[in-house]
């Protein structure tokens, strides 16, 4: 069952969105480069470090950890934040979860809010429900300023706004900023963001956030960023209104210290991120004096059922996986058509609202491997990517128009006749037989039915005259 | 409310007992490092060579020169006014400056300054980080993030090698007076355009570091 | 020791070279090979592609078939990463503990050619002659998913007369992934193209692999644009011998 109200455009199927991305040169000229830049930055901290294997296992095993006993440490969180003059929700999905912040806000009195950049409200489209409440929400962070400007989606989950460019961000901010001579100088870039949001930090009353980590044994809630945006939206209004996944949470404070190595090194490509924020609670005279967590299901506990899906859950939202994929670096993010995009988002939005509403998504993959190596929290995405495709076969098969598939049908065949060597060999044969005229100079170049879509492309070397075993066994014969 | 909390709940556990249950944490056998293997200068020196590779500035001298130190630094970006908390410590203090201790100033005052002087709860060498916590002579959050220039005074004592020494450190911070913490890796910062790291953006765009020698 | 080669049916029917050279590579380094002629296919396309319960006998096939073999040679890296990681998960999947048992018992004995040459035997050297400019591209699933390291190079730079030329963006897909290559054909042709490219830029007269698979999906962009450089498998390359 797809969760209600969720978030996702799952308009057209991945290769589709892809078709087109991949024509567009622009954008990859772009990703290409900002992905080869981020690719040597991480390479470059991660080999630095020589423990990070066991980093990556004690990050993988906290996490396990947490997944085996969420019940139990939600509850020691809760305890926690409460003792600290916070106030914690429960949200069962993105509309409850709207609700609550919607009507937070509103007790506030307040129509304009800040933000600091989150996918947890991106997710549950936490913008457009509250402008349907006739509030505000500005964001902060620079490449979501970016987006909002452009009235576009985040085509990442660390920069949304990776498939943008310096000269085509001075256009969007010399027209929203009204600075026509702006330059594409990224430091003047940066300080024309400063400028048009100063007077906002200082005068709106509530925010919201995301976490990236809570720790259940005090109540404390960790936001790491770059800019400053998070520390100014987590610092200087009256109202503080987080929303979290359920998983983000660690079990103690301790769990930090390998948390806080693996993040920064496999997202941005440092030693440490500029900032990070950490609060626990309320604290008199300094900073927001009413703090809300809503702590979020969504989808994440159908997740949890799933024994081989349930690392998923795992993902502290790095982005090392994205920008290691050879198909995202040419599709760029949109073509996912989910929040999430990328090998976590070809894993975790399937779960999230189903199989049945992102079929696309799982085989939007090669399966190389490359996202598994460099995910600091060791989730077995192609492992997950194989048990997803098994999903949605397995659904389709159920459909009148799944068992009439001809690729199911094909499958089917074939393993039928994998099943026995006689109808093995047979089927070589008249393989053999069946491509003589589409062989030209012991290449297909034109294919017939499904090769076709391989030979649209490239050639295909023809089935030699002599299978291995037919080989083997003249051999035999002629040894005795 | 509570019904959301129930079902969250029953859905978890109903989803875990398809599963491993015996989960350790694994806290205590990790193999990760948690000490490094430099001695106390070397440290000191991967921390100012690391705090400066974030494009910060990173001075260091003896307790007896530090005033002198920050007054040099305020005469190179020819800053008069600056904030700072009320506990920063006396001898520290630039003469011939106009300095504004922070006894509930209005968030303008402290963002119209030309910057703060604060010290720190600990300094971390491998990457080249500061931790404030709020403790003697680091004042309320907003008053070292607002101005644009920051001079953090980091006496040598409190730099540790590893990011788990310091969360270690901490542990007690937070069991203690749940103090909120900002962990500070150079001065503000953006990667957003084209993947490439810039400085300056919404904190202050300079950060400068002064660390003091051991008696 | 008896090997057993489990050819795949890809080589099998596309590659029937390779399988010969890899016999024949075997035998000149002392090893006796035998190939169980019940063997058809590990199920790998099956499996990958989302028709699990498809592949469940073909799985079961196979470690009937060749659980009798001190070793299981393969020129197929992908093929063996199937046996020797999916396998488990197929198993674990079904809750079959004993199929999860006899395939805990055979994977550590399955292995791919150029790894069981290097670490299994400790031989680099083959004897090989083979004069021309050569670029090596490490597949995927040889490269993290079996993890034969640097063996293939190894092997490679024992060949007398070989000019041997390192392949930039090396670890990159090629973007044939199974079925990816049909279903996603548009993304696979990205990949492919920029890994044709840093091909060509070798100036190489051959390109080679440890897995035909991936090797027939860049030989039909090769051939395609009558680029004048060929593929083959790295046995094909060990058995050239001088004279």
């Known amino acids: 069952m797809k969760p209600d109200s969720v978030i996702i455009e799952l308009s057209p199927r991945f290769e589709v969105g892809a078709k087109k991305a991949l024509q567009n040169t622009q954008l990859r000229r772009n990703m290409g480069k900002a992905t080869q830049t981020i690719r040597a930055k991480r390479s470059a901290v991660v080999d630095e470090k020589s423990d990070w294997q066991a980093l990556r296992e004690a990050g993988w095993q906290i996490k396990a950890d947490v997944m085996a006993q969420l019940d139990t440490y939600l509850v020691q969180l809760e305890a926690a934040v409460t003792a600290a003059g916070g106030v914690v929700h429960w949200a069962r999905d993105a509309r409850e979860a ?102 906002k930090f200082m005068s709106v009353k509530v925010a919201t956030s995301g976490a990236n980590f809570a720790i259940a044994e005090t109540g404390s809630v960790c936001v790491v960023e770059s800019e400053g945006n998070g520390r100014m939206c987590l610092t200087m209004p009256d109202v503080l209104i987080t929303v979290m996944g359920i998983e983000k949470i660690l079990p103690k404070w301790q769990d ?122 060791k989730i077995n995405i192609p492992e997950v990517l194989v048990h997803l495709r098994g999903q949605v076969v397995a659904e389709k098969q159920k459909t009148l128009a799944g068992a009439l598939d001809v690729e199911a049908w094909g499958m089917q065949g074939l393993a039928t006749v994998f099943a026995n060597r006689r109808a093995y060999e047979a089927a070589q044969s008249a393989g053999r037989l069946a491509q003589w005229p589409f062989v030209n100079d012991g290449y297909i170049d034109q294919g017939p039915g499904p090769l076709a879509a391989w030979t649209a492309m490239r050639d295909l070397g023809a089935i030699p005259q002599q299978s291995f075993r037919s080989w083997w066994r003249e051999r035999q014969k002629h040894e005795q | ?59 260091e001298c003896d307790t007896s020169a530090v005033a002198r130190m920050i007054a040099q630094r305020l005469a190179v970006h020819g800053h008069r006014t600056l904030v700072l908390p009320h ?93 909120p913490m900002t962990f500070i890796s150079g001065p503000s910062a953006t990667s957003d355009i084209e993947l490439n790291r810039v400085e300056g953006v919404h904190g202050p765009r300079t950060l400068e570091v002064i660390i003091v020698r051991d008696a | 020791m008896n090997v057993a080669l489990f050819i795949t049916c890809f080589n099998d029917t596309l590659f029937p070279n390779t399988g010969k050279a890899v016999v024949e590579i075997l035998e000149r380094v002392g090893q006796q090979v035998v190939f169980p002629e019940e063997q058809t296919c590990c199920g790998q396309m099956h499996f990958n592609t ?76 083959v004897g090989a002659y083979y004069p021309h400019r050569v670029t090596y591209h490490p597949t995927c699933h040889s490269l993290r998913g079996i993890r034969v390291g640097d063996a293939p190079e190894r092997l490679l730079r024992a060949v007398r007369g070989i000019d041997y030329v390192p392949l930039v963006g090396a670890a990159e897909c090629c973007g044939f992934g199974g079925t990816f290559a049909v279903k996603n054909a548009d993304t696979s042709m990205a990949m492919l193209s920029d890994k044709i490219r840093h091909i060509l830029d070798t100036r190489a007269e051959v390109c080679v692999a440890a897995d035909n698979s991936c090797l027939m999906h860049i030989g039909g962009a090769l051939h395609r644009q009558r680029s004048g450089v060929q593929i083959a498998h790295l046995a094909e390359i060990l058995v050239a011998q001088e004279g």
């Open chain 2, 1 to 59: 409310m509570s019904s959301s909390r129930d079902a969250m709940l029953h859905r978890i556990r109903h989803a875990v007992a398809n599963g491993v249950r015996q989960s350790q944490h694994p806290t205590e056998s990790a193999a990760y490092e948690v000490h490094d293997q430099l001695d106390a200068p070397q440290r000191i020196a991967q921390f100012a060579h690391r705090v400066e590779e974030y494009k910060a500035w990173v001075g």
């Open chain 1, 256 to 377: 930090l210290g390998v948390f806080m190595q693996l993040l920064p090194r496999s997202s941005t490509g440092e030693r440490m991120n500029p900032y990070t924020s950490i609060w626990t609670g309320v604290t008199p005279g300094d900073g927001p004096q009413q703090f809300h967590l809503v702590l979020l299901d969504n989808g994440r506990t159908s997740v949890l059922a799933d024994a081989v899906g349930r690392q998923t859950l795992h993902c502290i939202r790095c982005s090392a996986c994205i920008n290691i994929c050879p198909v995202y670096e040419r599709t760029g993010g949109h073509a996912y058509g989910s929040v999430y995009p990328g090998p976590i988002g070809a894993i975790l939005t399937p779960q999230l609202v189903g199989t049945a509403h992102a079929s696309s998504l799982p085989y939007a993959s090669s399966l190389c491997g490359a996202c598994y190596d460099v995910c600091p929290v």
């Open chain 3, 50 to 125: 989302g028709y699990q319960q498809a592949a469940m006998p073909l799985i079961r096939r196979f470690v009937d078939i060749f659980t009798p073999y001190d070793a299981i040679v393969s020129p197929s890296a992908s093929c063996v990463g199937m046996v020797r990681e999916m396998y488990r998960y197929a198993a674990e999947v079904q809750q079959d503990t004993q199929l999860a048992e006899r395939v805990a018992q055979l994977a550590d004995r399955v292995y791919e050619f150029s790894e069981f040459l290097v670490h299994k035997l400790a031989i680099t050297d």
């Open chain 2, 87 to 179: 506990d920063f410590v006396q001898m520290w203090r630039p003469e011939g400056y106009e300095l504004i201790e922070d006894d509930h100033l209005p968030a303008a005052h402290i963002a119209a300054s030309d910057g703060v002087i604060s010290t720190c709860a600990l300094g971390i060498a491998q990457t080249g980080t500061i931790v404030l916590d709020g403790g003697v002579g680091q004042g309320r959050r907003m008053l070292t993030l607002l101005p644009d220039y920051h001079c953090c005074v980091v006496p040598a004592s409190l730099v540790v090698g590893t990011v788990p020494e310091a969360f270690a450190r901490l542990e007690s911070v937070i069991g203690d007076r749940r103090a």
């Open chain 1, 98 to 199: 709207n609700h609550i912040v919607t009507e937070l806000i509103r007790q506030t009195g307040t129509n304009e809010i800040i933000k600091v950049k989150s996918l947890t409200t991106d997710e549950i489209r936490l913008n457009e429900h509250l402008e349907e409440a006739g509030i505000q929400a500005i964001e902060t962070d620079l490449a979501e300023l970016i987006i909002q400007l452009a009235n576009e989606k985040s085509s990442h989950i660390l920069v949304p706004a990776i498939h943008k460019n310096r000269s085509e961000i001075r256009a969007l901010f010399q027209k929203a900023m009204n600075l026509p001579d702006l330059t594409d100088e990224p430091k003047a870039l940066a300080a024309a963001a400063r400028q048009y949001l100063r007077e």
